[in-house]
């Protein structure tokens, strides 16, 4: 079965620094891997996702993720935070189980920027 | 496009009343989903329906009850509500591709 855990439920940078969020997976056939970002109170939106091809995926703001096949890893990161990134981070993979197109969340990391 | 429309925003319920929370989306998506987030925990999947007339339970379906008449609507049912109902419910949808695209949640409070 597939699982998705996402190492550290809040994190805290300086503005201008780097952002790394760690997110690990397990699954039994080649995943496809999203990050989502939530906003207070709002819903989540899509920053980016690997499916096939470049390990190295590029998304929205400025976010990047690498798919780390010898780790199981999807870790976002970005060059340097700003305030508006402070927001919750989902990791999620697919769940091939089932023609159900369901995804499989991590339990999220609260990222907060310090001015 | 408006993507996924949900209704309503806010909600107070009475213990044991009931109350039906609307989603909608007009990407004309086969894939549907409601959730349920509570602090700290993600997001827990309550039901899904892979097309109309198609619905399955989740990971947490106590106490929901769920409908698909329509490509478009997928109402989530709440019967008899209880306190352990208090979350921030989300509705998302799919199309073949895995991304899921949600609408902008619904927080109901049981007292």
């Known amino acids: 079965a597939q699982s998705v855990t996402q190492l550290g439920s809040h994190v805290s940078v300086s503005e201008g620094a780097l952002v790394l969020l760690r997110c690990n997976y397990s699954?039994?056939?080649?995943?496809?891997l999203f990050w989502y970002v939530q906003y207070p109170n709002q819903g989540l939106q899509l920053l980016l996702k690997?499916?096939?091809?470049?390990?190295l995926v590029k998304g929205i703001n400025g976010f990047e993720a690498e798919f780390k096949k010898s780790e199981t890893s999807f870790h976002l990161t970005k060059p340097s935070a700003h305030m508006s990134d402070a927001a919750e981070y989902f990791c999620?993979?697919?769940?091939?189980?089932?023609?159900?197109?369901?995804?499989?969340f991590g339990t999220g990391t609260l990222l907060a920027v310090q001015p | 496009n408006a993507g996924v429309t949900q209704t309503p925003k806010f909600r107070i319920l009475k213990i044991g009343q009931s109350m039906t929370l609307q989603c909608a989306q007009d990407?004309?998506?086969?894939?549907m989903y409601w959730y349920r987030q509570d602090p700290g925990m993600g997001l827990k999947l309550i039901y899904y329906?892979?097309?109309?007339?198609?619905?399955d339970k989740g990971e947490v379906p106590n106490g929901y009850n769920v409908s698909r008449s329509t490509t478009e609507d997928f109402p989530l049912r709440l019967e008899l509500a209880a306190p352990s109902q208090t979350s921030v419910y989300f509705c998302?949808?799919?199309?073949?591709?895995?991304?899921?695209?949600f609408g902008p949640g619904t927080r109901l409070t049981v007292t």
């Open positions: 329906s892979v097309g109309a007339g198609i619905t």
């Open positions: 690997y499916t096939t091809g470049a390990t």
């Open positions: 990407m004309n998506h086969n894939y």
């Open positions: 998302a949808s799919a199309g073949g591709s895995y991304e899921q695209y």
């Open positions: 699954s039994s056939v080649p995943p496809y």
């Open positions: 999620a993979v697919s769940d091939v189980s089932g023609a159900t197109n369901k995804l499989i």
